[in-house]
């Protein structure tokens, strides 16, 4: 088609009238993205400046002293990564692994799947232990492995997403350490929403994201590394086999030298400095209490219902519940309804949970008292008329 025609077709298609963007009301309930705070968006529609301006270099470094407070650490390369947290789970892996080397894997869900296909996309000898899906490692079990196999790498999901399990990591870090091994951590949904402590757990390399714990919109990662994790990184025999990714050249602009890498997300960067600001405003122990008193209000809620649980309360992750979709409903009918006439999102369940469970998010701005009043008698009025329509039908 020539370049008239093309043109001509195009406006035939009236593409120069859209409206201004509209985006419809809602109150996001699933497993990310949360809702970003008020404050948050305010800070996300300043008008960008240069990303070597002097004054974005000052909140570059605001941004990681607040990094180190929420994470807990005194880590010195800490930063968020231009990307949504699956950036940083594989610069996790590309920066710490040289083809052959073996990393260790726990997995119990479907983000561990996605570190293992990662892993071997970056040629690592990986060894995988599993949990079913609803279920936790316990510490004999992770410390048997870690003796047994030896690894460069140990890495482990803090709060798995798509099971709703939240793995106890106290005292690996020390095992981990005793064999001369990394500790990797995926906190994607737990920080900034419950306790994660990186120096006192001992832990090596952790990456999140922004748009759960962070009340932020996608788009940035989390990211800090040990001395430990440095020294590892310059030993490498070979070149970091991903460029945008290489925390070696990232470390020039987020370290003292900020030399130019990539031209990067400021107004994201506006974002998150908000987001950590009000989390260091609120004090992260606090957080934690208002995540553990929402998610203990919704889990007996949706029992006093007549709802099932799917994981044990031992193992239960506050930021995200996984119930069982009752037998009399369908649960993607539901899931629409409650998006279509209540403006309310709840997941799926991912994986073989698909079909099976609802994925009820409780995350930094969206954990509140409110929300789970809502939730929870919307559930008890139309749960039952979906049941009453279901069964009438057969």
Not at 102 to 117: H, N, S, T, W
Not at 118 to 125: D, G, L, N, S, V
Not at 262 to 288: C, D, F, K, Q
Not at 324 to 340: E, M, Q, V
Request: charged letters at 20%; one cysteine or more.
């Amino acid at each position: 088609m020539s370049e008239a025609k093309l043109i001509s077709s195009l406006n035939e298609e009236n593409l120069f009238h859209f409206s201004k963007t509209y985006v419809p009301s809602r109150l996001l309930l699933g497993p990310g993205p949360s809702n970003a705070h008020p404050e948050v968006l305010k800070a996300l529609s300043l008008n960008p400046i240069g990303h070597l301006d002097e004054a974005y270099i000052i909140l570059m470094s605001e941004v990681q002293k607040l990094l180190r407070y929420t994470w807990q650490c005194n880590n010195r390369l800490t930063l968020p990564m231009s990307g949504t947290g699956s950036a940083a789970m594989e610069a996790s892996i590309a920066n710490f692994i040289e083809p052959g080397e073996r990393i260790l894997i726990a997995k119990k869900g479907y983000f561990g799947d996605r570190l293992v296909d990662m892993a071997t996309r970056y040629k690592a000898e990986v060894s995988v232990i599993e949990k079913s899906w609803g279920e936790a490692f316990s510490y004999e079990e992770i410390k048997y492995e870690i003796e047994t196999k030896k690894p460069a790498v140990f890495a482990i999901v803090h709060a798995e997403t798509s099971t709703g399990v939240l793995q106890s990591l106290y005292g690996i870090g020390e095992i981990c350490r005793k064999n001369n091994c990394l500790f990797l951590v995926d906190a994607v949904t737990s920080l900034g929403a419950l306790e994660l402590l990186i120096d006192e757990w001992k832990i090596d390399i952790a990456y999140s994201c922004s748009q759960k714990g962070l009340s932020c919109p996608p788009g940035l990662s989390p990211f800090t590394m040990s001395k430990r994790a440095e020294d590892k990184l310059s030993s490498r025999k070979s070149k970091v086999p991903n460029w945008y990714l290489d925390l070696s050249l990232l470390n020039k602009y987020w370290g003292s030298d900020r030399v130019y890498h990539h031209t990067a997300p400021v107004n994201m960067n506006y974002a998150i400095r908000e987001g950590l600001r009000l989390i260091a405003s609120e004090g992260l122990e606090n957080i934690w209490i208002r995540h553990n008193n929402n998610a203990n209000k919704l889990w007996s809620g949706l029992e006093n219902l007549g709802m099932e649980l799917h994981v044990s309360k031992e193992f239960r992750l506050p930021t995200l519940t996984t119930v069982k979709i009752p037998h009399s409903i369908d649960g993607d009918s539901f899931r629409n309804h409650l998006l279509n006439n209540h403006g309310i999102e709840i997941g799926n369940g991912l994986g073989e949970l698909s079909g099976k469970v609802w994925r009820i998010g409780l995350m930094g701005f969206n954990s509140n008292e409110q929300n789970v009043d809502r939730l929870l008698n919307i559930f008890d009025t139309e749960l039952k008329k979906f049941s009453i329509l279901h069964s009438s039908t057969f």
